[in-house]
C-alpha cells in the first residue's frame, strides 16, 4: 500500500463514526490541503457524509495554530449564531474530535488531519454569474465581520506572517528589482515605474493602523466565492469555509481582496488589457451587501478606508506577480511563459482604473453606511 494510502487510513482510524464507512473519495477543487468525502451508511436512512483533510505544511509550517484558530472561532460563531436563532450546525463550520477527543489527529509522519461533518443541501459555486450571487457573497462576508467584532483578534495566531503587509511586499519587490537575478528588470520598466509611483499607497493602511484609526479584526483573508456556502434550496449564502487564513487583521483587506477579484469581467493573466475594466456597478453590488451584513460593526474609519481596500488589495497582488517574475516565478505556479507579468499588468489596470474612480467609490461606500 502507498504511503498517502496508508496515512489516509491511519487518519481515519483515528476517528469513531457512527456509522459503518461505505467508502473514501477525493473532493473538491482546492489546490492546498488534501480533501476526502468519507461516506458511512447507517442501517436505516441516508448515507452520512464527512470532510476530511490533511492541511499542507507548505502552506501552514505550523498547523497546529491553523487548528486552534478554528476551533477557537468556530466556536465563538456557533454561539453568536445560536444566540440569533441560527442553526450553528449548517451557519459555520464544525471541528469534530479524535478517538481521544482532540480536534485534530497527527499521524506517523506528523502530518495534521481535521474531521468535519458535510453541510448537506449546500452548493459550493465557483464563479459569481450574477451581480446576485456577488452580492449574496459579501452580505456572508459582512456577517463574518459583525458575528466577530467581539472576539479578541490580538489572540490569534498569524498563520502567514506578514500576509498583507504592503509595505512588507514592496520591500521585498526592491529587494528583487536590485538583484534582478533573471535580467528581467530592464524588459519590464513600466511596471517597476508603476510601483514606485506608489510606494506611499503601499503604507496607507498600516499607517493608519499605527495611529489606532483601524482596529485588528479577525479576518478571513481569502474572500473568494467559492468560500461560501449556498443553500440549495433557498439560495442563501449560508455559511463562510476555508478559515485556515483566518487570523488578525483589518477589515478593509477581507473587503477589498473580493473587490480585486469580482469587480472585473477578466481573467487573471488577460494578455488585452482593453477587455480589463473595474466594474463600478460590481463595486455598488459588493458594497451594498458587505454592509448589509457587516450590519453598523465598522467604525467610522474603517468606512473611510473601505475603498483603500480594494485600491491596496489589488496594487499588492500585482507587487507580488511582478516581485516573482523578477526572480524567476518561483512562487505562483505557471503554464506559459510571461503569465506572472501578465498577471502583475491585469491588476495594475485595475488600480489605475480604481484611482480614476476613486471618489465615486468613496460615493458609494457613503450612501450604503448611512
Known amino acids: 500500500m502507498a504511503q498517502a494510502e496508508l496515512q489516509l ?22 489546490h492546498i490541503n488534501d480533501t476526502f468525502c468519507v461516506l458511512t451508511q447507517p442501517k436505516e436512512g441516508d448515507c452520512i457524509r464527512y470532510i476530511l483533510q490533511r492541511l499542507s505544511t507548505a502552506a501552514f509550517p505550523h498547523p497546529e495554530q491553523v487548528m486552534e484558530n478554528m476551533v477557537s472561532v468556530t466556536g465563538y460563531l456557533r454561539r453568536e449564531i445560536a444566540a440569533a436563532g441560527g442553526d450553528p450546525a449548517r451557519e459555520t463550520l464544525t471541528v469534530l474530535p479524535t478517538r481521544e477527543g482532540k480536534p485534530y489527529f497527527r499521524d ?7 474531521l468535519m461533518p458535510y453541510i448537506e443541501g449546500t452548493d459550493c459555486l ?19 465581520q459583525r458575528m466577530l467584532r467581539d472576539y479578541p483578534a490580538q489572540t490569534l495566531h498569524e498563520t502567514i506572517p506578514r500576509f498583507h503587509d504592503t509595505e512588507n511586499r514592496f520591500s521585498k519587490f526592491q529587494a528583487a528589482l536590485a538583484a534582478d537575478p533573471m535580467g528581467r528588470a530592464a524588459s519590464v520598466q513600466r511596471e517597476v515605474d508603476f510601483v514606485l509611483a506608489r510606494q506611499a499607497d503601499c503604507g496607507v493602511a498600516l499607517a493608519a493602523q499605527r495611529r489606532g484609526e483601524l482596529p485588528l479584526r479577525v479576518t478571513h483573508n481569502d474572500t473568494k466565492l467559492n468560500n461560501v456556502l449556498f443553500d440549495r434550496k433557498t439560495g442563501r449564502a449560508l455559511c463562510v469555509i476555508d478559515l485556515d487564513t483566518v487570523m488578525p487583521g483589518l477589515s478593509i483587506n477581507d473587503f477589498g481582496d473580493s473587490i480585486r477579484f469580482g469587480a472585473n469581467h477578466s481573467a487573471e493573466d488577460e494578455q488585452d488589457l482593453s477587455k480589463v475594466n473595474f466594474d463600478l456597478s460590481l463595486y455598488e453590488v459588493y458594497t451594498r451587501g458587505f454592509l448589509a451584513g457587516a450590519g453598523g460593526a465598522l467604525t467610522q474609519a474603517e468606512l473611510h478606508y473601505l475603498p483603500w481596500g480594494g485600491r491596496l488589495m489589488t496594487l499588492e497582488c500585482g507587487i507580488r506577480f511582478l516581485t516573482d517574475y523578477l526572480e524567476g516565478d518561483h512562487y505562483f505556479h505557471t503554464q506559459r511563459p510571461g503569465q506572472n ?3 502583475c499588468r491585469t491588476q495594475f489596470k485595475l488600480v489605475a482604473d480604481m484611482e480614476g474612480q476613486f471618489g465615486r467609490m468613496e460615493a458609494i461606500v ?5
Open 9 to 30: 487510513q491511519e487518519a481515519l482510524a483515528a476517528y469513531s463514526f457512527p456509522a459503518p464507512m461505505a467508502g473514501t473519495v477525493r473532493y473538491g477543487c482546492g
Open 341 to 343: 507579468l501578465d498577471r
Open 366 to 370: 457613503a450612501r450604503y453606511a448611512g
Open 108 to 114: 506517523s509522519q506528523g502530518q495534521v488531519w481535521r
Open 126 to 144: 465557483q464563479s459569481a454569474d450574477t451581480p446576485e450571487l456577488f452580492e449574496a457573497s459579501a452580505l456572508a462576508f459582512g456577517r463574518f
